[in-house]
């Protein structure tokens, strides 16, 4: 078992749905990171958080440390948000190494 | 310009030959890393390097090596490539804990 999990591995969604993609990992962290990575290839940090919620934009990264669960939303979709959303964790104490989960493959329709 | 780049962002080989990925990077970080991505499966460390004198095996370095001839670059080499290798390889360079990523390259060993 993977020690980050996201769900769902695909989704594909309506333009102007709102998105939920989810993460769960089962070690101790000092920080979980959302990024996205566009059909191109190139990959972007889009959020580094280590409680509570950031937004930015139609963005929104929340985190349940009691819980071990992250969420990226995402409001009012566009084609434009089609990529792939990976989470990865800084495990505590690893002097900032991350843990890779497989990422969610999101597809926008217009 | 791109903080980090990599070359080639292309390249076919073949199984045996000796090939070489270059990293270089403006940011002035000093940790630098190597990660391979395959479809399905969440990125994977190769190695890794927090200053010009320390390198460290990740999860996968078999049949890798790696050099870090300067804080700016950091070279990833297949001593004989086979097929297995084919992959996405991308650069990341971090502070802090979050990664700045190169565009990938994307080798393909015939």
């Known amino acids: 078992k993977n020690e980050v999990e996201q769900s769902p591995q695909n989704l594909t969604a309506q333009e102007g749905e709102f998105i939920t993609i989810n993460c769960s990992y089962s070690?101790?962290?000092?920080?979980l990171h959302w990024l996205q990575q566009h059909p191109g290839g190139g990959i972007v940090s889009l959020f580094m958080l280590s409680s509570g919620k950031k937004k930015h934009g139609r963005l929104i990264a929340t985190i349940n440390i009691q819980e071990k669960h992250s969420s990226l939303h995402i409001t009012a979709s566009h084609p434009r948000d089609s990529a792939v959303y990976i989470c990865a964790a800084t495990v505590m104490d690893s002097n900032y190494q991350l843990i890779w989960g497989a990422g969610t493959k999101l597809i926008i329709k217009p | 310009d791109a903080d980090v780049t990599q070359t080639p962002r292309n390249r076919i080989t073949k199984t045996g030959k000796r090939i070489m990925l270059e990293c270089s990077q403006t940011?002035?970080?000093?940790?630098m890393y190597w990660y391979r991505q395959d479809p399905g499966l969440g990125l994977r460390l190769i190695y890794y390097?927090?200053?010009?004198?320390?390198?460290n095996k990740g999860e996968i370095s078999d049949g890798y090596s790696v050099s870090r001839q300067a804080q700016a670059k950091f070279s990833l080499s297949l001593e004989s490539a086979i097929p297995n290798q084919t992959a996405l390889y991308f650069c990341a360079t971090s502070l802090g804990g979050e990664q700045f990523f190169g565009p990938g390259t994307r080798l393909t060993v015939l």
């Open positions: 070690v101790g962290i000092s920080a």
């Open positions: 390097s927090f200053d010009v004198k320390d390198i």
């Open positions: 940011k002035g970080h000093d940790r």
